[in-house]
Nanobody, 123 residues
């Protein structure tokens, strides 16, 4: 099970840190991704981190590169998404998800999903 938290309302240029707490298996035993579903749009890949056996490699959508950072804390059994320099276009529901496919960026590759947390960036 995955549970997200940390969303909220922030002004453009601000920052938020999203958390994805895992229960059951250790969070380093599978790859984890963050997705965003903007209003009226399809859910899109934002960032991912591979499982420990694949080296914890991080990868990002072009829109997130240089602004967002995904990380994992095995002791807390959680994955985080640090979002800086937020823009109104970053508004949406952010969900974390688990996969056994390294470097996956498509929604269908992910098997387990959290319920999502709302991020709203005002201009």
């Amino acid at each position: 099970q995955l549970v997200e938290s940390g969303g909220g309302l922030v002004q453009a240029g601000g920052s938020l840190r999203l958390s994805c707490a895992a229960s059951g298996r250790g969070v380093n035993e599978y790859s984890t991704g963050w997705f965003c579903q903007a209003p009226g749009k399809e859910r899109e890949f934002v960032a991912g981190i591979t499982w420990a056996g694949s080296g914890g490699v991080t990868h990002y959508a072009d829109s997130a590169k240089g602004r967002f950072t995904i990380s994992r804390d095995n002791a807390q059994n959680s994955v985080y998404l640090q979002m800086n320099s937020l823009k109104p276009g970053d508004t949406g529901i952010y969900s974390c998800a688990a996969t056994y496919t390294d470097l996956a960026t498509t929604e269908k590759a992910y098997r387990v999903w959290g319920q999502g947390t709302q991020v709203t960036v005002s201009s």
